[in-house]
């Protein structure tokens, strides 16, 4: 049976090394944030969780992001596969989970999903925190909380100096 998933705070397992916080006051400002993380040194191999109620946004960043850094082609949502792999120009592969149909921990094996994490490469979570204990840290977590229409508060934490170093140079 799947677990109601919810929304109460994600539970910050790993110190948070940085954070900032921003807005998005339309889609376009998600656009140009994933436009701007695409172009930092790093994304390639980084780890980046996405918190926030349905409909907040994650499948759409995810899109804008990978589309800058040059995947052709549809990017389906995970939400029935839990995983879809992509390919970047370089042939760098990227994973993008979504965990909210997840919930048997011996999938975590059984689809492979402990070797993606030991292969380098990018990963992208939505849901990660209905995987349990299961995932490592994550160099960066985005917490969307979706406000008045299109407006987005954005929480960026980084987690790992990776992830310290892609959000000084992202935000500064
Ligand atoms: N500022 C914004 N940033 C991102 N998406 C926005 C924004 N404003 C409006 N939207 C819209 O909100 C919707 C977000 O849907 P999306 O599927 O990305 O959510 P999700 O967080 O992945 O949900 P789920 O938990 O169901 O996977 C899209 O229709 C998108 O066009
Ligand atoms: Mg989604």
Known sequence: ?????????????????????????????????????????????????????????????????????????????????????????????????DFYRFNDPREWEDAGFRDIFARPGMKIAEWPALAGDMLPPPDLRLVIEPLDGDYRHVTATAHTPPGVALLQSLLG
């Open 1 to 97: 049976m799947t677990t109601p998933p919810s929304n109460s705070p994600p539970v910050t397992h790993g110190l948070i090394l940085e954070t900032r916080t921003l807005t998005w006051a339309d889609e376009a400002a998600c656009a140009g944030f994933a436009r701007g993380l695409a172009a930092q040194a790093g994304i390639s191999q980084a780890f980046i969780e996405l918190h926030g109620p349905l409909g907040a946004g994650k499948t759409t960043f995810v899109r804008y992001l990978l589309r800058a850094l040059g995947v052709q082609g549809r990017i389906k949502s995970p939400t029935y596969a839990v995983v879809e792999p992509h390919r970047l120009p370089d042939g760098g592969e990227v994973s993008h989970f």
